[in-house]
Each structure stands twice: as C-alpha cells, then as structure tokens.
C-alpha cells in the first residue's frame, strides 16, 4: 500500500538577512517546509490492503489484497510552481492478492454456424503480486498534515488458477488463460499525518492486467479500479 506502495523528502530552506538598524545584516534565519519537518528520512515503508472493481466487460470482478510497500526518494525538491516535489521509487509486495468473478456459468455465443453454448469458467482466484516498478512524483505542499502525489506503477501476477475465467478446456488440455499476468497502472494518493514521521495513506489507481499472451488466450481485465489504504513509517 499503499499497495501499491512511500514518501520521504529533503529540507527545503530558504535564508533571509535581517538588516540591523544601520543597513547591515544582523543574522539570517533559516525557514524549513513545513512538510519536511515532518520528514525528515529518505525511506518510506508499511502495509497496504485494498479494494477494487472492474469495468466495462469486467463489471462483475472485485479484487483485494494486502502487502507493504517500501520507497525511497531519489532528488531534493524540484521546484516547478504548483507542480513542485521530489522523485520517488518504491517497490510493492502482495503475498495475497484475490479475484472475485461470476461463478462459473454456460453462454450463448453466435458464430458464423449458428448459436453454440459455451462453458465459461468463474469462481475466486487467489495470487501474489509484485511490483519493481513503482515510480512517485511526491508534491511539496506546504502543509503539515497533508502530502498529494502522483504514481505510475507496474509488475507481475501469479495465480494458483489460469486468470481471467474464459471458456473452460478439458482438464489436462492446453487452452485458456495464463497463471503469470502484468499488472499496470497509475493514480494519485495522499498522505495524512498523524504525527511527525507516520501517516494514513490513500491512493486510487487505474489498473490494467494482461497476460501479454503468455496463455493462449488474452481477454485480460482491460480496466478496473483499485482503492488503496496503508500506513507510513519515514526513516
């Protein structure tokens, strides 16, 4: 978390003379982020846990998981106006990652030689998950409770059972889908700090998973939605 997965950030300081009565500089004082005082470490780990639903054709799936993520920020603040932050890349674990679909069912299906009926498979699919790929652009507000960012992300799904249901083959009979998808996708989370050095996390990620054809069939869940939520330690 957030699956998946990470926040950390450098000082910025700014340095501002005030001049004594007679125009010279009296001192400087040293005015620091309120965010960074909050984080001060470069690393950012905890859990994760999720909900999600498909869309479109895959309306009827749900997903969850749970794992942790850990992160770790890369540059100083960059500033760019509104769109100031810092660079972060994670990684995310999921031990246990499941699937919900309409139960296995028969339908109807019109091919060039008339209706046939088709054995469509369905049921819970239970997995695990990693992704070395997750790449932040981590906002610098200057908030003490509050953190945005941005996320892309991208790994690899393994399945005890050939995912997403598709017409069922014989048992021992090449078909269907694949136990190995991709999982891709991007978002935007906030962090909300409770103390200094610890915060809730929310993230809502678009998310794409295909097999890329390993399987001999590829429908994949084109698109779903994955709400995250974890807690942050900053070190």
Do not use: C
Request: net charge neutral.
């Amino acid at each position: 978390m957030v699956a998946v997965g990470l926040v950390a950030g450098t000082a910025a300081v700014g340095i501002a003379e005030t001049p004594e009565p007679g125009g010279s500089a009296a001192g400087t004082t040293i005015e620091v982020s309120s965010s960074d005082s909050h984080i001060s470490g470069k690393w950012e780990l905890g859990p994760t846990g999720n909900f999600g639903f498909g869309a479109g054709d895959r309306s009827g799936f749900y997903f969850s998981s749970v794992g942790f993520q850990v992160g770790r920020v890369l540059t100083p603040v960059i500033q760019a106006g509104p769109l100031s932050g810092r660079f972060e890349a994670g990684v995310d674990v999921v031990p246990f990652w499941q699937a919900y679909t309409p139960a296995a069912h028969n339908q109807t299906v019109n091919t060039p030689n008339g209706p046939v009926v088709q054995r469509i498979g369905g049921g819970n699919y239970t997995g695990a998950s990693v992704s070395p790929v997750v790449w932040r652009w981590d906002f610098a507000p200057h908030s003490q409770k509050y953190m945005p960012w941005a996320q892309a992300s991208a790994g690899v799904l393994y399945t005890m059972h050939k995912f997403p249901p598709t017409v069922e083959v014989p048992e021992g009979t090449p078909g269907g889908t694949s136990v190995f998808n991709f999982r891709s996708g991007g978002g935007f989370g906030l962090h909300y700090f409770t103390r200094p050095k610890r915060s809730v996390d929310f993230l809502v990620l678009a998310e794409h998973i295909s097999s890329a054809s390993l399987g001999d069939k590829n429908p994949g869940v084109n698109a779903s939605v994955q709400l995250f939520v974890g807690y942050t330690w900053w070190k």
